[in-house]
């Protein structure tokens, strides 16, 4: 939920690029014969960006790769753009692969930085935000193209959902609000060990669909169990610092060390860092407690 700047490379650059990459002179003909498409796409997604009605595009069955989508132009062509073209490629294409990996500076704008972005590889990965296996038009499409974590990238998956409440935050084209709004709440268990549960609860003021749009993302990003498992560190430090360094602060002075970091604009407002440190400073229990054996 960290919103990013679109790609600004040119589909039809991008569409040459990748067809050079293609090693079968007929699927490469073919691809090249209908060039047009990729202007056509990207009109498409960007009419469906203004209304953030993605999901209304028009999707391919599953598998199926001989299915054609455009004139004799199947499947399996458009998606070896991708695979073949681009992720194969050891020419411009792969080059402007990795230079779109570089718009998240590291940090996943699905899961708010929550998710590792270097792989074994050093290079994270690219996920479709429509993906190729249902919607192979878009699938060297640069604004289809979103870097992301493994863990949120394989978390979506080949599904997409068929209503518009139920479609993932979009980092390039969804509303301001999103990221820009607190929508993440933490409870803390007031007991030791403590446990921190994060949950969703819109705005009073967004709409119903802004609202299930939220639960859906942080469900199919695996948001509430990922958060959970980042917290462990900075509580632990955050009690020895109370037993320590902060032991003579009242409760109001400790609060005011935790909202640092719960108002810390340079991280995302609903990643797990800036919910946590809000609920920790929001938590009477905490703020007033010296862990003292
Ligand atoms: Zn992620």
Known sequence: MKKIQPPTCSPSELFDDCVLGISDPTVQARLIAHKGLIED?????????ATQTWCHLPRARHANPDQFIVGNLTKGDLVSLYTEGMVGSSGAARK?????????????????GCGEMVDEEGIGTIDH???????PIFSILPINLVPSCA????GMG???????????????????????????TV??????PI?????????????EKDRLRILEHFKCCKLRGRYRTKVASDISSLVEQRKTVHRNLTPEEFREVLKTVADNGALPINGWKRSLYHGLAESLWFCTNNFAA
């Open 129 to 135: 935000f429509l993906p190729k296996a249902r919607f």
């Open 151 to 154: 863990t949120c990238n394989g």
């Open 195 to 207: 446990l921190v549960t994060f949950d969703v609860a819109a705005p009073a003021t967004w709409s």
């Open 158 to 184: 080949s599904k997409f959902p068929t209503s518009p409440e139920l479609q993932p935050l979009h980092p390039y084209f969804d509303a301001p609000h999103f990221f820009e709004e607190k929508w993440t």
């Open 41 to 49: 796409a990207n009109a498409n997604y960007a009419a469906s960006s």
């Open 96 to 112: 402007k692969y990795d230079e779109l990996k570089l718009l998240a500076h590291d940090e996943c704008p699905y899961c708010g």
């Open 187 to 192: 409870t803390v268990s007031e007991d030791e």
